[in-house]
């Protein structure tokens, strides 16, 4: 299975921004949906943003629609998660999860998570 390995996590101010990215360990353009999940304290793991492949489409929560933004580098073999206008709320660790064409995100890949903080 293809391991994962997010950074880019910190604190930041509310109406602040933060850039997520997430290290794949092989190629994922074509054989792999990318997601972002967060999970706050207390609460069950939601879904953020996914991109069904490079250049393809992404899909957003409602939640943070027009204020994150998902993107690929291939080259790279990394995932980014673009967060702006960040919200208390906001706070959670996030994960990124490489899901096979077809599969489900349980059944998918999932890294470690980096811890993203927003202060009011």
């Known amino acids: 299975q293809v391991q994962l390995v997010e950074s880019g996590g910190g604190l930041v101010q509310a109406g602040g921004s933060l850039r997520l990215s997430c290290a794949a360990s092989?190629?994922?353009?074509?054989?792999?949906?990318m997601g972002w999940f967060r999970q706050a304290p207390g609460k069950e793991r939601e879904f953020v943003a996914a991109?069904?492949?490079?250049?393809?489409?992404?899909y957003y929560a409602d939640s943070v629609k027009g204020r994150f933004t998902i993107s690929r580098d291939n080259a790279k073999n990394t995932v980014y998660l673009q967060m702006s206008s960040l919200k208390p709320a906001g706070t959670a660790v996030y994960y990124c999860?490489?899901?096979?064409?077809?599969?489900?995100?349980?059944?998918?890949?999932w890294g470690q998570g980096t811890q993203v903080t927003v202060s009011s």
């Open positions: 999860v490489a899901r096979r064409n077809g599969s489900t995100w349980h059944a998918g890949s």
């Open positions: 092989e190629r994922t353009s074509s054989r792999y949906t």
């Open positions: 991109n069904i492949w490079s250049g393809g489409d992404s």
